[in-house]
Antibody, heavy 119, light 107 residues
């Protein structure tokens, strides 16, 4: 069974940093593109970033470029999102998701972790 | 960025109704579109990929159609467990973009 479990969310002040993690199991992690998608409270879904199997390709939504970094450790079956210079508008539930192929939408999602940016 | 416009934003329907949700892309995206269902407090669930392919395990009352700029998600006979919010997602190019969502409520 595919499982994705996010962690690392919490309350952080504007301008602060946070690192999200996603532990993957039930599939060969190193064979799949992975993604982060977020959802602000009461709002719709927003794609954040994708990363290729070997980490050689990364893509970001414009609003997080230069502030967020997606990475992975295939030996640990883990996906990460380093978030710097956080803003109030980054407040959201962040979902880790698996992509069945390159340039496709996610097929499996984690349960999400809440990031709140507030003073 | 490609804009995805869903309609309606919300609808009220009864169990057994046929429900249709549309998604329009601001430019042609071939058939690079998926549909997701999300229930309150839960992660989204993939229903349809490549515009019309049913994800494994999804009931056959869900179907998708369309190509280019206009797409449709149809629920042939609405069931109690189908009351949720539905999103389309274009994966034609980056940045990937979602529609704003359609909330299906009980009439």
């Amino acid at each position: 069974e595919v499982q994705l479990v996010e962690s690392g969310g919490g309350l952080v002040q504007p301008g602060g940093s946070l690192r999200l993690s996603c532990a993957a199991s039930g599939f060969t992690f190193s064979s799949y593109w992975m993604s982060w998608v977020r959802q602000a409270p009461g709002k719709g879904l927003e794609w954040v970033a994708n990363i290729k199997q070997d980490g050689s390709e990364k893509y970001y939504v414009d609003s997080v470029k230069g502030r967020f970094t997606i990475s992975r450790d295939n030996a640990k079956n883990s996906l990460y999102l380093q978030m710097n210079s956080l803003r109030a508008e980054d407040t959201a539930v962040y979902y880790c998701a698996r992509l069945p192929q390159a340039n496709t939408g996610p097929d499996y999602w984690g349960q999400g972790t809440l990031v709140t940016v507030s003073s | 960025a490609i804009q995805m416009t869903q309609s309606p934003s919300s609808l009220s329907a009864s169990v057994g109704d046929r429900v249709t949700i549309t998604c329009r892309a601001s430019q042609g995206i071939r058939n690079d579109l998926g549909w997701y269902q999300q229930k309150p407090g839960k992660a989204p669930k993939l229903l349809i990929y490549a515009a019309s392919s049913l994800q494994s395990g999804v009931p056959s009352r869900f179907s998708g159609s369309g190509s280019g700029t206009d797409f449709t998600l149809t629920i042939s006979s609405l069931q109690p467990e189908d009351f949720a919010t539905y999103y389309c997602l274009q994966d034609y190019n980056y940045p990937l973009t979602f529609g704003q969502g359609t909330k299906v409520e009980i009439k």
